[in-house]
């Protein structure tokens, strides 16, 4: 009995609590982090997301995405077109997605529910957390590599520190020392709620852009022009199997493939936003333009180095010692050299944290409402870095983490099911209260699973996973029908996925799929909202500004909604 109310006792000790009055219950189904956002949490104006886009793309693999293009032999303008003509579709896929998130205030977590039924979103919830898990550790060791830069940049004793590590280590002391370091710096940042984040976008916008343009003009300053690099011409072997349309294809693919887990969760963070516009805004013009200037940057730098140095350098870190001769050189190089890698680091720092350890929070709060939420979901996603182990990853299963590259192919056909599901089944309207609820739920289908989906999605995937598997595993001579599924991956995925889905909900009908709440229990929206959607605002003082008045909580208790038969 003792021990049965000790574990009681620390249940209810680590149970997560929530202003009930401002409709924050938890239950198995429900927290503060997962019913839709009130205004008085949707914080993020349109620089709140150019700067979540900006983070995806002043990064060091945005900066080396014209190398991946060069060479495949293509040229340094059908480079360009890729990017240009990938970024634009990541803009239009992403809005697409998030749109849910802005009418209604939910995120991915919850999204998926109306899709998949309650249970069912365990599907594609568990794989956002895999991805979450193996991409932040994967973060982290990059990112150290930077912190190491700056270390030297300091110490230039470092760049030569003996290995203490055996040979069955896939590391150097060198190299776990920048992850160790980078790991305890982005520690602190998880303790800031999704809210604030507009002061670290600014720090991170400024500080890694003006480096990086700083770093472009000395480069070209230097070497008084760009060197060969820029003026590259088509290359393609002449054993190629491949002409340049389906190389363009390919790297159209590879490029919406490596944003993929960003478009898929975009709706966890477009429901911070103000107003649809402040996303659209910030969203276009960070994917257009940042997106596609720092890839212009990357190749521009390199390109100049070339005529410095003698060599391409497409990864920062390396190009960065060799700027200061391995910390051998002066100390205005090395400074210079600091203050980049900082940039980079710090960049690298806040995107992982924003994209893989915050994203893992809310998808960990969706499997455990009780105990988890953002915060805490986060820590645990940051720790997971631990039990991957990147160093296995990064120096030894190559394979490994190509294939964790081409995940697209199984988020492209949720991401499929989402959007049909969104705008053309459901005419874009959610009954909210049956998110959070198994009891005459409408959303709870077949025992919480939605049948359709799980058919409607490994068709999407099915026809492309042999070209996965065979260009992972650099077959020499790999069937030509397949490759070309493996180039349209994406695009195969997400229409085959949405037009079975589609199509199996016109012949097996759910009914009431359009139906809405009479009346906004969360509080979810502002008055002009509740009217434009056709509910019943809760009163005017329990959703505008912050907390509302004891008055007011105590009358939205006492609001009975449509067919759930109970009070709030």
Known sequence: MALRQRFASLDHKIRLKGDEAQHEQTDAWSNRDLIPLPPWRRTWGWFHFYGFWAIASLNIANWQT????LTMGLSVPQAMLIIVVGRILIALFSTLVAWAGLEWHIGFTVQNRYSWGLRGSYIPLLQRI?????????????????????ITAIWPSFARIPNTFGPDMPTTTYEFVGFVVFWFLSTPFLLIRPEKFKIPFLVVCLWCGLGMLAWMIWALVVAKGVGPLWNSGQKLPASSPWGSSWLIMAGINQTLGG??????????????ARAPKSYVIGTITS??????????IGLVTAAAAQKIYGEVYWNP????????????????????????????????????????AVAGGIDLAGLFPRYIDIRRGAIITFVAAWIVQPWQLINRATTFISVLSSFSVFLAPIIGIMTCDYYLLRKRRVRLTHLYKTKNSSYYFWNGVNWRAIPAWICGWAPTIGGLVVTVRLDPTPPRPLVQLYFLA??????????????LNVLFPVPDMDQIDDVDVYGSFSPAEARKIGIIPLDDDTIVGKPAAEDGRR??????VGDMGSKV
């Open 130 to 150: 895999l991805l979450n898990f193996i991409w932040n550790a994967v973060q982290c060791w990059n990112g150290g590599r930077l912190i190491a830069v700056c």
């Open 287 to 296: 994917c257009l333009i940042t997106g596609v200037l720092v890839s212009l």
């Open 490 to 503: 994406f695009f195969i995925g997400f229409f085959i996925s949405a037009i079975i889905f589609y199509f």
């Open 317 to 356: 870190p390396d190009l960065l010692m060799v700027m200061m001769d391995n910390g051998n050189g002066s100390s205005k190089a090395r400074a210079g050299v600091f203050f980049l890698a900082a940039g980079f680091a710090f960049t690298a720092m806040f995107e992982n944290i924003c994209g893989n």
């Open 66 to 69: 014209p190398s991946t293009f």
């Open 259 to 272: 944003l993929a887990a960003g478009i898929t969760n975009g709706s966890d963070f477009s429901r911070y």
């Open 555 to 560: 009358s939205a208790e006492n609001v009975v």
